[in-house]
């Protein structure tokens, strides 16, 4: 069993700050590509941005220049450093590991956190 747990959400002003964090637990023997996607109300969940276990990044347009995606040491570990927050910043953010190796050594894919809230006011 696989788990992701995200941290770091809250209430911030516009042109604020906040660091999302998530740490994936279980059965792990390797992750690879690992992202952030968030939904706003009304709308579906869309990508944020994505980093291979390579360190390729890739960013949707919206944040390019404000979101910066990177992986702790242990790559088992997700941030997400958001500067200049605006209100349409805000949503429900979810950390995504699109493949992980098990201890069987089997690959399964599609895990997600259960979602930390980023509200922005206007």
């Known amino acids: 069993q696989v788990q992701l747990v995200e941290s770091g959400g809250g209430l911030v002003q516009p042109g604020g700050s906040l660091r999302l964090s998530c740490a994936a637990s279980g059965s792990i023997v390797s992750i690879d590509a690992m992202g952030w996607y968030r939904q706003a109300p009304g709308k579906q969940r869309e990508l944020v941005a994505t980093?291979?276990?390579?360190?390729?990044?890739n960013y949707a347009d919206s944040v390019k220049g404000r979101f910066t995606i990177s992986r702790g040491n242990a790559k088992n570990t997700v941030y997400l450093q958001m500067n200049s927050l605006k209100p349409e910043d805000t949503a429900v953010y979810y950390c995504?590991?699109?493949?992980?190796?098990?201890?069987?050594?089997?690959?399964?894919?599609?895990?997600w956190g259960q979602g930390t809230q980023v509200t922005v006011p206007s």
């Open positions: 980093i291979t276990g390579g360190g390729i990044t």
């Open positions: 995504n590991a699109a493949g992980v190796r098990t201890g069987t050594g089997l690959w399964k894919y599609g895990f």
